[in-house]
């Protein structure tokens, strides 16, 4: 809910996503949105505004983020293309995602 409420406040933005899953045995957030962006990344906003990044237009993007929270810290997995390529790249994104393996183990200190 949290990933989900910070994202949507975005200028033009368009949440498609929020929901909860399980990924590799762990419970992972799930938020996918479409905003003005660059195909690699959301654009920086300012005043409420999307900003145009020198030398590039901005286009619809996509970004699909995964947030695992763990002992030591919250992971985040995310991705951004344009958003007519989504269909092209989500399988990838879904291999990436069956190809995760979580250690159980739970460690007070680095490296044990």
């Known amino acids: 809910e949290a990933l989900g409420n910070r994202l949507e406040n975005l200028p033009g933005l368009k949440l498609l996503v929020k929901r909860s899953e399980t990924v590799a045995g762990v419970p992972a957030a799930r938020v996918e949105v ?15 505004t999307p900003i145009e990044p020198p ?20 992971i985040y997995l995310t991705w951004h293309m344009p958003d007519g390529s989504y269909d092209r790249i989500e399988p990838e994104i879904r291999a990436t995602l069956q190809s995760l393996r979580f250690d159980s183990r739970r460690s007070s200190a680095p490296g044990k």
């Not at 479409?34 to 409420?48: E, F, K, Q, R, Y």
């Not at 030398?55 to 919250?74: D, N």
């Open 55 to 74: 030398g590039k237009a901005l286009i619809p993007t996509r970004q699909v983020t995964l947030a695992f929270t763990r002992p030591s810290g919250t």
């Open 34 to 48: 479409v905003a003005p962006g660059t195909g690699d990344a959301l654009a920086a906003s300012g005043l409420g």
